[in-house]
């Protein structure tokens, strides 16, 4: 016992394979110098062709590199800054002079692929020290099971009808089942719209059935994993017709009050509380989504149970593990580390995944690789559910080295009231007026006014000194549900793609928010994400331009009997065999892989695109932020194409436009650039021309689903005539105004 106190209560190792990593990084660096030089030197002379597009594409490297650049000369070598410079003060001696053709379309390649580049050295920097951690829980219970602090733990919901509420009980009763003393859980959900369906379901779940009486106890005693009771409650709580919205008035419910005798299971053991809330809304007060519903369950618990812990889940995320309140509590309770975590992250993970993925939504490069990677470089940031918080660090606290945790502190329920005088005071506490000129939304609780609530209070508590951990336990912590329709997807990650974006160009920007707080390698880590919708520029030119020149002869790439195209196939195909290695090796099929990539693509030409705009629109003050919730249910027949992983198109969407748009323009180029090699005689041509055709066939090849949408496909889901004709207008007006 004695020994044992000594020993820490966690254990982080390094990732296997670093070195082969790190040469990779150097072959795909060489890569691009030798890119570079050929673009530098191979700029199209006044008067060719070409040298207008020659440039556009030179810029767009350049953008790419530039990504690269800056977080290579984190890790590696100044060097590289001075060489780069050097590059620098060296191009303009090679730009073709104004008017020339070709010139704008090469700097804009040359940009392009800076930022490729420059990104591409971002996600390095995320996978150079990827670490991994296990926890031993036997240890905790040996020292502090008489001790353990009690845990709140958060469900938020907005809507009965893309939220069922099965779904959503579902998901309560498995946080309830926690291998956990149930006098120290307290279970809070929160209802946004306040529908009477879901409150309901709650109360069948707490007391009209019993149910929970009946289900913990039998969970303990056979040891059931996962503890979410999905198959009752699929019959036992049928929809009633149109929910009852939005109340004007703020609801909290206590439905087991833990403290009180009659809580208690069939087994005479203790129930964890239970509390229903839905705020008040009205239209002059903005409620600020999800963000302003934690904000409000943090003062309620504050009031009710006060735990030092609080557990945060969305509402499809069901508990999948009931051990992971004690995993958590290994590195929160750890006596050397524990002081200094803010919160414990835990990975999405998605129980409605198909074989090949068809809209890449397993997340498993980012949840298995990448999220260890920023645990390496300084810590996770936090994305929205499966995480556990420090109370402290949710009200605005800052680390410092004389805190010292003290759960006994917490452990005696602070209010004594009874339980009608609690859920009143409670109500005021719920109430829309409650937040007016105080620091909650800023400095307390949950940001907002930004659609990643989470990664954004996350950056925030780091900066106020505290450490954040990322833990992969074995059995998944956590069961969610992905998107199911390729919209549903594209939707998402604008939202992501625009809240992202929106804190890099903010003052809570990692670089600025984070200047000598975070480590910079934390700060470069960051930008993959906050990134994402700076991409759709440098990928729009890529997939748009080179294939326009094409149509029109414009030569972008070298020849390919010249040898500097061997630094284009080198760095795309090392590239591109890494990322299947990564992707096949995180458990994907390479079909999956295939699908990834082409998801990659429409979420950088769409996504990506809208989000950029959206967050240019707020800013200019044209659009509100809005929060668009991820439907969790699907009608038979859609959830039926998604099993059988047939994309669904279905309805009009601009964001379909775009994809059909480029598609088809793509198409045209294609069969043009095919008709160079067949009917031009002079090999000259042909060879200008390889890469570039080989671009666009692949970008052919990659978009067959939209073909076969536009064209092939009659059935529902096929995309729809006024998209077809849209978007064939779009893309022979497009080809039209760069032939003539
Ligand atoms: O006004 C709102 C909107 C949403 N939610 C809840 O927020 C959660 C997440 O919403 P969902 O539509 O499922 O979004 P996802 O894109 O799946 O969510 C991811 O991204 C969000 C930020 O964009 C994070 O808040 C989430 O935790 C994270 O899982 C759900 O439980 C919703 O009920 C509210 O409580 N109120
Ligand atoms: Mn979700």
């Known amino acids: 016992m004695a020994k044992d106190e000594n020993l820490p209560l966690f254990a982080t190792k390094l990732a296997k ?102 990104y591409w050295f971002v996600t390095t920097v995320v996978r150079w020290n990827p670490i991994y951690r296990n926890t031993f829980k036997v240890r905790l219970s040996h020292r502090y099971e008489k001790a353990l602090p009690s845990i709140d733990i958060f469900v938020c919901t907005a809507d009965p009808v893309i939220e069922p509420p099965v779904m959503v009980i579902n998901t309560i009763l498995s946080v309830m089942a926690y291998d956990y003393p149930p006098e120290k859980l307290n279970v809070y959900l929160s209802d946004d719209v306040g529908s009477d369906l879901t409150f309901y379901a709650m109360l069948e779940a707490s007391q009209a059935s019993r149910f929970s009486k009946i289900w913990l106890p039998f969970c303990k005693k ?137 809209y890449s939504s397993s997340l498993n490069v980012l949840m298995e690789l990448e999220m260890p990677g920023f645990d390496g470089n300084g810590g996770p940031c936090y994305f929205g559910t499966g995480c556990f918080h420090r109370r402290e660090t949710l009200s605005g606290q800052e680390y410092s080295k004389i805190y010292n945790a003290d759960w006994k502190r917490w452990r005696n329920r602070s209010v004594e009231d009874s339980t009608s005088v609690l859920e009143e005071t409670c109500k005021v506490l719920a109430s829309c007026s409650y937040e007016e000129n105080t620091q909650w939304g800023k400095e307390m609780g949950l940001k907002y006014d930004c659609a990643v609530e989470d990664v954004l209070t996350g950056i925030a508590v780091q900066c106020r000194g505290w450490r954040s951990i990322y833990f992969t336990p074995e059995r998944k912590g956590f069961l969610g549900l992905a998107p199911t329709t390729l919209l549903q997807s594209l939707v998402q990650h604008k939202r992501w793609s625009e809240g992202d974006f929106h804190i890099f160009a903010s003052r809570h920007c990692p670089f600025v928010l984070g200047y000598k707080k975070i480590p910079l390698k934390l700060q470069l880590t960051y930008c993959m994400n906050l990134l994402w919708a700076a991409n759709c520029l440098a990928t729009l030119y890529y997939v748009i331009v080179p294939s326009l020149c094409l149509l029109r002869g414009i030569s972008l790439f070298p020849e390919i009997t010249n040898s500097w195209v061997l630094a284009f196939v080198f760095v795309i195909i090392v590239h591109r065999a890494y990322s299947l290695g990564e992707f096949v090796w995180f ?109 666009c066939g692949l970008l052919v090849f990659i978009n067959l689903p939209i073909y076969q949408g536009l064209f092939f496909r009659k059935d529902v889901a096929s995309l729809p005539t006024s998209v077809t004709y849209q978007s064939t207008m779009f893309a022979l007006l497009a080809c039209a105004i760069a032939v003539y």
């Open 587 to 695: 458990g994907g099929t390479f079909k999956g892989w295939w699908n990834d990539q082409r998801m990659w693509l429409y979420k950088r030409t769409t996504s990506y695109f809208f989000g950029f705009l959206d967050y240019i629109l707020k800013r200019l003050g044209f659009t509100n932020s809005t929060f668009v919730i991820t439907t969790k249910v699907a009608d038979d027949n859609v959830s039926q194409r998604y099993e059988q992983e047939v994309m669904e198109f279905g309805t009009t969407s601009q964001m379909f436009t775009i994809l059909a748009t480029l598609a088809l323009l793509n198409a045209i180029c294609f069969v043009s650039g095919l008709k160079w090699v067949i009917a031009d005689v002079e090999t000259l041509v042909r060879e200008q021309f390889a890469l570039q055709i080989l671009l």
């Open 222 to 358: 056979f040891k059931v994993e996962p503890r979410s009771p999905e198959a009752y409650f699929r019959t036992a709580v049928e929809p009633l017709g149109e929910p009852v919205m939005a109340k004007e008035w703020s609801t909290v419910k206590i439905l087991i009050d833990g403290r009180e005798f009659e809580a208690m299971d069939i087994q005479g053991q203790t129930l964890p509380t239970l509390v229903y809330l839905s705020r008040e809304k009205r239209p002059q007060y903005h409620h600020h989504f999800k963000a302003g519903a934690m904000n409000a369950l943090i003062r309620v618990s504050s009031r009710i149970s006060n735990s030092p812990i609080i557990l945060n889940v969305d509402c499809d995320m069901y508990s999948n593990n009931s051990m992971s309140i004690r995993d958590a509590l290994c590195f929160f309770m750890d006596e050397e580390k524990g002081n200094e975590v803010g919160f414990v992250q835990f990975p999405q993970a998605f129980e409605n995944l198909t074989k090949n993925d068809v």
């Open 17 to 118: 394979g670093r070195i082969l990593f790190q040469f990779y990084s150097l072959l795909i660096f060489v890569g691009i110098c030798f890119i570079f030089a050929y673009r530098l030197s191979h700029i199209p002379a006044k008067g060719e062709p070409g040298r207008w597009a020659w440039m556009g594409l030179f810029f767009s490297e350049l953008w790419f590199c530039f990504y690269w650049f800056v977080t290579t000369v984190v890790r590696w070598n100044p060097i590289y800054r001075n060489t780069f410079k050097d590059r620098l003060s060296h191009r303009p001696s090679h730009i073709p002079e104004k008017g020339e053709p070709g010139r704008w379309a090469w700097m804009g390649l040359f940009f392009s692929e800076l930022w490729f580049c420059f």
